[in-house]
């Protein structure tokens, strides 16, 4: 079984995860920025950061022989700190480089004013840049939320197909089902979208347009719960071709809509190498 996970923060994971993703059949994944917890204070801490999603971290993954690919954005929660904001007049010169494959993650939080500013700037940036774009739907009043950010994507005129709307349930499905948008699943240990539930919603809305992804930043999350929908789709009578699908073709067609996404069919470990003269045991060698 071949997995690319469409949507994991890796720079808040170990090695270990790493290598529990590889044996599980993880081969290639999108890491988007997104909000670090600790609060950024100037556009500097997002350059130095955006570098690491291009730098450090798909080297730090090619020694699991996992492909990084990347999505950059103001994400929506630091979009409402006036200290951040510059950051969207840096965006363009990122967005032209080799393994950004999707503006993102964007959208809403707490569907302020600034949120949406932030949303809509960026949404434009993929138009101008033909790529696609991930955006996070709220987990407060998610059917509002959904709905205020599919009116938005109308209003740009992006095409839907270069949009997934992410972290959608039973509820928000529907509406982005009918939108020409993917969508996509953020699948939890414990809490919201659990495995049993997506094969439920697979059933219902067929396996296109879908993506499943696990999200696992740094609060209790589980980088294999892409591994376990996989089982769990098989144990409810999908077929292997299913899962390949929704696992790994799925989520190719729709980021490789940058024309950006090389895949390595090799996927061999690479050699350990070093990264701007480090290498990863600790700068020494
Ligand atoms: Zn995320």
Same mark, same amino acid.
């Given at each position: 079984?071949?997995?690319?996970?469409? #949507?994991?923060?890796?720079?808040?994971?170990?090695?270990?995860?790493?290598? %529990?993703?590889?044996?599980?059949?993880? &081969?290639?994944?999108?890491?988007? %920025?997104?909000?670090?917890?600790?609060?950024?204070? !100037?556009?500097?801490?997002?350059?130095?950061? =955006?570098?690491?999603?291009?730098?450090? +971290?798909?080297? *730090?993954?090619?020694? #699991?022989?996992?492909? #990084?690919?990347?999505?950059?954005?103001?994400?929506?929660? +630091?979009?409402?700190?006036?200290?951040?904001?510059?950051?969207?007049?840096?965006?363009?010169?990122?967005?032209?480089?080799?393994?950004?494959? %999707?503006?993102? +993650?964007?959208?809403?939080? %707490?569907?302020? +004013?600034?949120?949406?500013?932030? =949303?809509?700037?960026?949404?434009?940036?993929?138009?101008?840049?033909?790529?696609? @774009?991930?955006?996070?739907?709220?987990? *407060?009043?998610?059917?509002?939320?959904? @709905? &205020?950010?599919?009116? /938005?994507? &109308?209003?740009?005129? /992006?095409?839907?197909?270069?949009?997934?709307?992410?972290?959608?349930?039973?509820?928000?499905?529907?509406?982005?089902?009918?939108?020409?948008?993917?969508?996509?699943?953020? /699948?939890?240990?414990?809490?919201?979208?659990?495995?049993?539930?997506?094969? !439920?919603?697979?059933?219902? #809305?067929?396996? *296109? &347009?879908?993506?499943?992804? !696990?999200?696992?930043?740094?609060?209790? !999350?589980?980088?294999?719960?892409?591994?376990?929908?996989?089982?769990?789709?098989?144990? @409810?009578?999908?077929?292997?071709?299913?899962?390949?699908?929704?696992?790994?073709?799925?989520?190719?067609?729709?980021?490789?809509?940058?024309?950006?996404?090389?895949?390595?069919?090799?996927?061999?470990?690479?050699?350990?190498?070093?990264?701007?003269?480090?290498?990863?045991?600790?700068?020494?060698?």
């Amino acid at each position: 079984m071949r997995i690319f996970d469409p #949507h994991i923060h890796m720079t808040s994971r170990t090695t270990d995860d790493y290598r %529990a993703m590889h044996a599980a059949g993880v &081969r290639a994944l999108v890491e988007p %920025a997104f909000w670090l917890g600790q609060p950024r204070t !100037s556009p500097g801490s997002f350059r130095d950061y =955006f570098d690491a999603l291009l730098g450090w +971290e798909p080297y *730090r993954a090619a020694q #699991h022989g996992i492909q #990084h690919f990347c999505a950059i954005a103001l994400n929506p929660k +630091e979009a409402n700190d006036p200290r951040c904001l510059p950051v969207l007049d840096e965006l363009p010169r990122y967005l032209v480089k080799d393994n950004v494959v %999707a503006v993102g +993650e964007i959208g809403f939080d %707490a569907m302020t +004013e600034a949120e949406e500013h932030a =949303f809509t700037v960026q949404l434009a940036l993929a138009r101008e840049h033909d790529l696609p @774009a991930l955006v996070h739907t709220p987990h *407060r009043d998610k059917h509002a939320g959904t @709905a &205020r950010t599919l009116e /938005i994507v &109308r209003a740009d005129g /992006i095409d839907p197909a270069l949009v997934a709307l992410d972290h959608l349930n039973e509820l928000t499905a529907p509406l982005v089902a009918a939108s020409g948008c993917w969508m996509g699943f953020s /699948i939890y240990p414990d809490t919201k979208m659990d495995p049993d539930r997506m094969v !439920s919603i697979l059933k219902e #809305h067929g396996t *296109r &347009r879908v993506l499943v992804n !696990s999200a696992a930043d740094w609060g209790h !999350s589980d980088p294999l719960r892409t591994h376990a929908t996989a089982v769990a789709m098989l144990d @409810a009578g999908f077929t292997e071709d299913d899962v390949d699908q929704v696992l790994w073709r799925n989520p190719v067609e729709f980021y490789g809509q940058s024309g950006r996404l090389l895949l390595d069919e090799a996927q061999h470990p690479a050699d350990e190498g070093t990264f701007a003269g480090n290498s990863i045991r600790r700068g020494g060698s």
